[in-house]
């Protein structure tokens, strides 16, 4: 995992004619966990699409920072290791596993290896008795598990979960849970929005709310899930 620092100067979006939000600057480091709140609407998908380097900005940088130069000359640039993950991700025409290994192979991953990082990943996240399984066929908080489980198998430096747990029961939160918590562990960062506080939201250690065209950063407090389970920050 390459450990980068990701920078937004002047930061603008406009839809049509309206300003969602300007944001003079943001910095997420290695490690940091972010909960992006805000209302529906208000901008937290297109801020995470622009992070991503999904969407691009009306207005504003981004910037990934590299900590050393071998990192630079090795190749790292542009948005490398940025993963965004959307509520209702895509997944190509073929098995679990199939779809766990794509991003490896496209890495160049000899097959040995893209065997055993994938089936480390079903495992994680409960799904190894499904990996010949096509995806066509599993249910919609089975494919949430089958991104997540190829965002990690990819070992990213900066994860963006836009909504990722919503279809899920308590069990695959904790599954997602226990993926997120090895990344942070490895210097990864994550942004996560959710509607509803929950076990994920509950490893970020920095809360952000868009609101009013801006970017709040708040204090992290205690925060209650849905099922009235208090997390600390």
């Known amino acids: 995992m390459s450990q980068v620092t990701l920078e937004a100067i002047d930061l603008s979006v406009k839809y049509k004619q309206r300003l969602l939000f300007h944001i003079p600057s943001l910095k997420i480091n290695p490690g940091d966990a972010i909960y992006l709140t805000g209302q529906n609407g208000i901008g937290k998908t297109t801020l995470l699409k622009v ?38 991700p895509y997944l190509f025409d073929g098995t679990v596993a199939e779809n766990v290994a794509y991003g490896l192979k496209r890495k160049h991953f000899c097959q040995k290896s893209c065997r055993q990082i994938t089936m480390q990943a079903l495992r994680k996240i ?73 076990k994920l939201t509950a490893c970020c250690n920095q809360e952000w709310l868009i609101e009013n065209q801006r970017l709040i950063h708040k204090p992290k407090l205690n925060i209650i899930d849905k099922d009235n389970h208090a997390f600390a920050s």
């Open 51 to 88: 992070l991503a380097g999904i969407q691009k900005p009306t207005h504003g940088t981004l910037n990934l920072k590299h900590p050393s130069l071998l990192q630079r000359l090795a190749g790292f640039s542009g948005q490398s290791g940025v993963i965004y993950m959307h509520q209702a």
């Open 126 to 198: 409960g799904l190894e008795s499904l990996s010949r399984e096509h995806v066509s066929l599993l249910s919609g908080g089975e494919k949430q598990k089958v991104a997540m489980a190829r965002a990690w198998a990819l070992n990213p430096s900066i994860l963006l979960m836009d909504e990722s747990c919503a279809n899920l029961d308590p069990d695959a939160i904790d599954a997602q849970k226990i993926m997120v918590e090895d990344l942070l562990e490895r210097g990864a960062s994550l942004v996560i929005t959710s509607h509803h506080p929950n």
